[in-house]
């Protein structure tokens, strides 16, 4: 039986009552696996046509799914292909709340690993900006290479501090807030997690999630709306913070969430909308979640056309790629395409700004693996695609030199598994120039 602090044990058998045994009794069950799939790249009714997996829906998204114990998707290539992510069952309920409408400008203010960025991407269907931000380099380029690998174009990835976003004031359609917290509600999944909390617990978090809602809440337009959410279930890092921005800002109103029948309503009566998600409810760890809008009505328009892009960019003759989503940006003979934010961005941590297209080099231009995974197949005029079963994916994924003497294949290739791409190969004479980057081959 795993040992939990008695501060703790005091403060759920307080929020839990009866239900203390069975809640302690899952600690005991195996752990719940879980991933969601990329509906950018394939729709979950074609996925579901030639799924590896044993899956089973998850009830309050559409495009989650639980797999086996058996089944071990990270080592499979569509996982590098960027066909789904794994993510935490109750984790992706934040995500499916926020409702996110084509065009809108969307910040996710605490976003590493990528998963909430991820779901956002697929509502926005490239349509918008979404500003992907984590304080943490380190993490920030997590979630970077989580947003390349899903191939997202219209992202804009910053480490910025919230502190440093006054210029965004009222400028974002929607806001997602997934906190920093204690993380009580994954104790069972990561139990380091306990030792976190024995040296910090909830009153070191409730300050900092109060001042980044406090702070998310000044760059919502009026009439925009934003989820704020946590992995823990104290009453001071969930219900405490939703009242004090209700205290602040009487012009919020929370919305009522009401997916599924096992979630349980927020503590107080300003808070009876928002959910708690507890592991022995439901089929995945603890989350608490809350929809806000703020009052006001905005003048937004949304404008869908395509716009007319800076004059033909000369070395993507091979793709067929629509750059009038943005504008080209060159930066020391690396290119990109920018979407426009229509705000200075100056000043700002960036990693990255839209899709990072390639650079010249050697006098030659070389497209980037974030390129290769924002396309399709159909969009690329020279493609080895190889089966599933073909033992070269797997070689392809570990950073090998190929023989495609039975392929024909000659120059920069697009490299598919069943379609799907994977990066990028050179052929010449019928061997393949591995040139996928070290960070995405398999391990």
């Known amino acids: 039986m795993i040992e939990l602090p008695d501060a703790y044990l005091d403060n759920m058998k307080e929020l839990l009552g009866d239900e203390i045994k ?3 009794d899952c600690f005991g069950h195996e752990s719940i696996r879980s991933l969601r799939l990329n509906t950018r790249k394939i729709p979950v009714r074609d996925f579901l046509k030639f799924n590896p997996f044993t899956l089973t829906s998850i009830p309050w998204t559409d495009d989650g799914f639980y797999y086996e114990e058996n089944d071990d998707p990270t080592r499979h290539p569509y996982y590098y292909a960027g066909l789904y992510y794994i993510q935490e069952a109750s984790a992706m309920l934040p995500a499916q709340v926020l409702p996110i409408d084509k065009g809108d400008k969307v910040l996710d203010l605490c976003a590493a690993p990528g998963g909430k960025t991820l779901k956002i991407a697929d509502k926005l269907q490239g ?19 989580n947003i390349e690998n899903h191939g997202v174009r219209n992202c804009i990835v910053m480490a910025e501090d919230i502190s440093h976003l006054e210029r965004f004031t009222e400028y974002f359609d929607k806001i997602l807030v997934d906190a920093p917290c204690s993380g009580e509600g994954m104790f069972r999944k990561d139990r380091k997690l306990i030792r976190s909390w024995l040296e910090k617990g909830n009153d070191d978090y409730a300050p900092i999630q109060k001042e980044l809602l406090h702070q998310a809440i000044k760059l919502l337009k009026p009439g925009g709306k934003l989820v704020y959410s946590t992995c823990t279930f104290s009453r001071k890092e969930n ?11 009487p ?4 919305l009522l969430i009401g997916i599924h029948g096992s979630f349980v309503p927020g503590l107080t009566e300003n808070t009876g909308n928002c959910v708690r998600l507890y592991p022995h409810k439901i089929k995945g760890e603890g989350h608490f979640v809350a929809l806000l809008q703020k009052g006001g009505n905005t003048s937004k328009t949304v404008d869908l056309q395509k716009k007319k892009n800076d004059p033909d960019f000369p070395y993507l003759e091979h793709f067929d790629l629509d750059l009038s989503e943005g504008h080209i940006v060159n ?20 990693l990255r700004s839209g899709l990072y297209l390639g650079e010249w080099n050697h006098e030659r231009f070389e497209a980037s693996y974030a390129l290769a995974k924002a396309i399709s197949s159909s969009q690329y005029d020279n493609v080895l695609n190889l089966a599933l079963e073909d033992q070269r994916v797997l070689k392809y994924l570990k950073g090998e030199t190929l023989d495609v003497r039975d392929r024909h294949a000659n120059g920069t290739v697009l490299v598919c598994v069943d379609d799907y791409p994977l990066g990028f190969g050179i052929v010449s004479k019928g061997i393949l120039k591995n040139k996928l980057p070290a960070q995405y081959r398999y391990k």
């Open 22 to 24: 069975d809640y302690l």
């Open 127 to 145: 349509t918008g900006i979404l500003f992907a931000n984590d304080i943490s380099v380190s993490r920030a380029q997590v979630l970077l290479k």
């Open 239 to 249: 219900e405490e913070v939703i009242e004090s921005v209700l205290k602040e800002y």
């Open 251 to 254: 012009e919020l109103h929370v």
């Open 331 to 350: 930066r020391k003979e690396k290119y990109y395409l920018e979407p426009d934010a229509s705000v200075d961005l100056s000043g700002l941590r960036i």
